[in-house]
């Protein structure tokens, strides 16, 4: 009997050192930096989303491709992209209270679908065999301000960085990246989550605008918020999981729970959002037979620093902040200012 017993507390304390060691083992795989490319984060990152009620027997709803309109000239696109919108005090108080808002009339129709184009070139350039291929994927192109001249108006719109200070209460901002953010025909959901996880910046002055190319209706996956922006605070504690979809459950759960308001609504045409980093969202599949582009602009405050611990949920992030190290400000030369407009700092 002593000889049993000796021989089973031998095992327990052998089981306690293995799981302690595969749990040191990925706490450390989730602290290491991201080692691929874009691209391949976004195929990792939404296969974490819970897509168990999702009926992929379903029929896809067939949507025509947009109404081709008369392009702007180059002129007429500089002058809508540096208008003034009119922002109100109370769309101000909106963002800053629920994290997100939703602004009608950003971009003209016409300028829409000079984006959309445009978007839709680069992705047959980047993807070989893109129309073949690109059912039921998330594609992703990032940085494209630098070599296309058409995103780099709207990447640097005044139009839209105003607004985006405009809703921080900020002097400055910096460009973090674009992103072209297609999710293509058949697409599954995009996991609950919050932006502060993926930019590596010691500031919560982030936010990102979200600019459709299209209409989006809601068969198509329109990007969803749950609100107040205190609802971060509910779910903050939840630690994230590389491996599986249980951490968009879980705050999936929980949000059921508590009953925070979800705003899962259609996109009109030339409707934009502007989301804060701590503004909780996700986005349903894509059910329809177009592609859901989107181009998304990220900004923060001028004075930002590189958090001490970068990890790999925040991607390439060297790419996107170059030769900057951690708790240094960020001011490299893919960093500009956007807002002031260098012709009216």
């Not at 922002?87 to 997100?100: A, P, V, Y």
Request: aromatic content about 10%; hydrophobic content about 40%.
């Amino acid at each position: 009997m002593i000889i049993i017993v000796k021989c089973l507390n031998m095992i327990k304390k052998k089981l306690k050192k293995q799981i302690f060691f595969k749990s040191s083992e990925s706490i450390k795989s989730e602290n290491k930096p991201w080692d691929k490319d874009n691209q391949a984060w976004w195929d990792w990152y939404v296969s974490l989303a819970d897509n168990s009620n999702s009926n992929t027997k379903d029929t896809l709803l067939e949507l025509p491709e947009p109404l081709k309109l008369k392009y702007s000239s180059k002129i007429d696109l500089n002058l809508q992209l540096s208008r003034p919108y009119n922002l109100t005090k109370n769309n101000i108080k909106t963002f800053q209270r629920n994290g997100f808002i939703k602004l009608k009339n950003v971009l003209a129709p016409d300028v829409i679908q000079v984006l959309r184009c445009e978007i839709l070139l680069l992705l047959k350039k980047t993807f070989k065999n893109y129309n073949k291929n690109k059912r039921n994927r998330f594609l992703s192109l990032e940085m494209m301000w630098l070599e296309n001249a058409l995103i780099r108006e709207f990447v640097f719109s005044s139009r839209i960085t105003k607004i985006c200070a405009d809703l921080l209460s900020v002097k400055k901002i910096r460009l973090y990246h674009d992103n072209a953010l297609v999710k293509e025909s058949g697409c599954g959901r995009t996991p609950w989550h919050y932006d502060d996880h993926h930019f590596p910046l010691e500031t919560n002055d982030v936010i990102t605008v979200w600019i459709p190319a299209q209409a989006i209706p809601l068969e198509m996956g329109p990007l969803t918020f749950a609100k107040p922006l205190e609802v971060y605070k509910l779910v903050k504690d939840i630690k994230f999981n590389k491996f599986d979809t249980s951490y968009d459950k879980k705050i999936n759960d929980i949000f059921k729970a508590k009953q925070v308001s979800i705003v899962e609504e259609p996109f009109e045409l030339g409707e934009v959002s502007f989301h804060h980093n701590l503004s909780f969202h996700t986005a349903p599949e894509n059910k329809t037979t177009q592609s859901r582009i989107v181009l998304a602009n990220t900004y923060f405050a001028d004075g930002a620093r590189v958090v001490n611990n970068p990890t790999m949920v925040s991607g390439d992030w060297k790419k996107f902040i170059p030769a900057t190290k951690p708790g240094e400000i960020v001011s490299s030369n893919l960093n500009p200012v956007c807002w002031p407009a260098y012709n009216q700092i």
